[in-house]
């Protein structure tokens, strides 16, 4: 058993039923190499078989040294927002859709996470976003962060909105549209680049700033230093408007708000088996590797 690994959080609450074999393989796997699993409460009514100790995200994250997220992107996202507030590796097997973040397959999952066990892994950190709203005489009202990306769109679908941008309060631009993304690198390959957005490898210090069916020909979508603050104001909302952090967490943020977004001071340590090969993963999930003829 390697000391840097002594305790271990097992994390995921996947879709699909089948996929909690992995759950099982895993955890049987790791108690019988001697390590302290620590499984996530919120697994405790979808498993069948014994386990010795459930435990939340935040006392996986006090005291575990791994985290191995079972599922798609979506509960690495949820897992990350949480772990980013401590000393903890992180780590994905995917049982999702793309599985961008979670790039183990799970037949490769033991052999993977012996190497990673070993000491043979690759650090990929990736910084979040975090969005504060302020009303009307300035005060705090709510914040919250976002691995992948801030989406600020109006309550009703299908209405437009008119925003202004100001960037570390410099006027940038102002647009009419269904709403705007603030995208970092790891979201570049989510929400963001449906609407039109670039991809940025993870390793840039960039924020992408990505309009949605914006009302101009010319509208595109801009790409800043993360150390760059944002503020958006909307002089001529009249309703409340939607906030979605990663689409898991939605604020309301009444039309005199104003929404600042910036880096947060927090960032989740992923890691990958030396074998993940960033543009290899981006080929194929995007398709890239298929022939067109």
């Known amino acids: 058993m390697n000391t840097q690994f002594n305790c271990i959080g097992l994390i995921g609450v996947p879709r699909?039923?089948?996929?909690?074999?992995?759950?099982?393989?895993?955890?049987?796997?790791?108690?019988?190499?001697?390590y302290h699993v620590l499984v996530e409460d919120k697994l405790k009514e979808h498993l069948s078989f014994p386990v010795t100790?459930?435990?939340s995200l935040d006392e996986i994250g006090q005291h575990a040294q791994l985290a191995v997220v079972i599922g798609g992107d979506g509960n690495m996202l949820r897992a990350a927002r949480y772990l980013s507030h401590y000393d903890i590796k992180i780590i994905g097997i995917n049982r999702g859709n793309l599985g961008f973040l979670t790039d183990i397959t799970p037949d490769k999952a033991i052999a993977s996470l012996s190497d990673v066990l070993s000491g043979e892994y690759v650090d990929d950190p990736r910084f979040l976003l975090e969005v504060t709203l302020y009303n009307q005489h300035g005060e705090s009202t709510i914040s919250s962060f976002a691995v992948n990306?801030?989406?600020?769109?109006?309550?009703?679908?299908?209405?437009?909105?008119?925003?202004?941008?100001?960037?570390?309060?410099?006027?940038a631009f102002a647009q009419r549209a269904d709403g705007v993304i603030i995208s970092t690198p790891?979201?570049?390959?989510?929400?963001?680049?449906?609407?039109?957005?670039?991809?940025?490898?993870?390793?840039?210090?960039?924020?992408?700033?990505?309009?949605?069916?914006?009302?101009?020909?010319?509208?595109r979508p801009l790409v800043i230093k993360s150390d760059n603050i944002i503020r958006l104001k909307f002089p001529k909302a009249t309703k409340i408007l939607q906030v979605a952090c990663d689409s898991q967490i939605i604020l309301a943020a009444q039309p005199t708000d104003e929404i600042v977004i910036k880096c947060a001071p927090y960032q989740f340590n992923l890691i990958h088996s030396?074998?993940?090969?960033?543009?290899?993963?981006?080929s194929t999930k995007l398709g890239w590797s298929k022939k067109l003829y």
């Open 274 to 282: 030396t074998r993940y090969n960033y543009f290899r993963n981006l």
């Open 16 to 34: 699909q039923p089948e996929a909690l074999v992995t759950h099982e393989m895993l955890y049987n796997w790791l108690t019988k190499n001697s």
């Open 186 to 219: 790891t979201g570049s390959t989510a929400y963001s680049l449906s609407a039109g957005g670039p991809i940025i490898t993870p390793d840039l210090d960039a924020l992408i700033i990505t309009p949605m069916f914006p009302h101009s020909l010319s509208a």
């Open 53 to 55: 100790s459930y435990a």
């Open 149 to 171: 990306e801030i989406v600020v769109h109006p309550d009703q679908v299908a209405h437009m909105i008119e925003y202004e941008a100001y960037i570390n309060d410099k006027k």
